[in-house]
């Protein structure tokens, strides 16, 4: 009995070696699928693997005199065959399909999962798709080029040369805890003559929370209650190397509140405007607060609250919708210690979950 072992793409190649080497009484003992080797080899189709057997005595039958018995069971076996490759090449044709659509549309389901809204994940492949010259593509080429593009995607950027610095965004989403942090980290350890200042005479404790913190630092604080408190402020505080300003939080839908604090901005002309986002923010609720509060000309972000969520993908949406750099991520209560500056790798595997 010889018994051989063939690694094809399909079981027309099989049978045609098989022919060949083993001659038309050959049997198919076993066939199955197997992944290939190398590197994203997931992603491509499945090698067949066939094991055929035929009797060395074969060879010793004089072929022009075959039984009955025997021609019989040739048909049957041709039959049987047959019936085994039409299966075969519809199924690797199926699959070949869906590995394919697998592979393009991975990287789609992992945004799709991190909460990344649907249209903006499609606008991000498309674009991807676009930069493409070469329209037959591997997917391999795609997944890597997208990857590229979401990378792209997530900018961060240094604020440290900044001196005057306003915090908005909506209610909520730790502006004056992350006003604190800031203060006690260019106080405590950057030894920065920091100032205070808060425009948010409606939310109720909010003066008192920031002047506690002032306190404790011991830098100056002021209140802003009118626009026309500014210049003298601006002007008690001209020792300071830092001013950190907090805002009222406002509803992103009411443009009445957006043009108040806008008035007031443009007053203090500021080096610097922070949009403050919650990560717990729902994507569409997320993407409605960028676009209504670039009436505030903000040119930065700060993501706050990763530590209550696992789900990131508003980092896409935010950088993508605003095309805003990063500038500091907070992850927790703690004052000083929950906040650090944006990392672009590290943003990237916390919305695809690596990190």
Known sequence: ??????????????????????????????????????????????????????????????????????????????EMVETLVKTQTDSSLAETKTSKKTAKLKIKDKLVESDV?????????????????????TNKKLEVEIINTLKETIKTADVDNKRIHVFVGPTGVGKTTTIAKLASIYTLYKNKKVGLITIDTYRIGAIEQLKSYAEILGVPFEVVFSIKDIPKILENMKKCDILLIDTTGRNSKNAMQIAETKQFIEKIQPD????????????????????????????????TKLDETEIYGGIITSSYTSGKPISYITTGQNVPEDIELADPSKLFKLVMGEE
Not at 41 to 63: C, H, I, R, S, Y
Not at 117 to 137: A, Y
Not at 279 to 292: F, G, R, S, V, Y
């Open 1 to 78: 009995m010889i018994v051989k072992r063939y690694i094809v793409d399909s079981m027309q190649e099989a049978l045609a070696k098989i022919r060949y080497e083993l001659g038309n009484d050959a049997v198919i003992v076993s066939q199955r699928k197997i992944r290939q080797k190398g590197f994203l080899g997931f992603f491509k189709p499945k090698k067949l693997e066939v094991t055929a057997a035929a009797d060395d005595k074969n060879k010793k039958q004089d072929k022009n005199q075959p039984s009955k018995e025997l021609e019989k069971e040739i048909t049957e076996l041709k």
């Open 272 to 303: 610097n405007v922070y949009l403050v986002l919650s990560m717990t923010t729902k994507q569409k609720d997320l993407k409605l607060i960028i676009e209504n509060y670039n009436a505030l000309g903000y040119n930065s972000l700060i993501f």
């Open 117 to 137: 809204p649907e249209e903006i994940v499609e606008e991000i492949i498309n674009r991807t798709r676009n930069k493409l010259s070469d329209k037959k593509v």
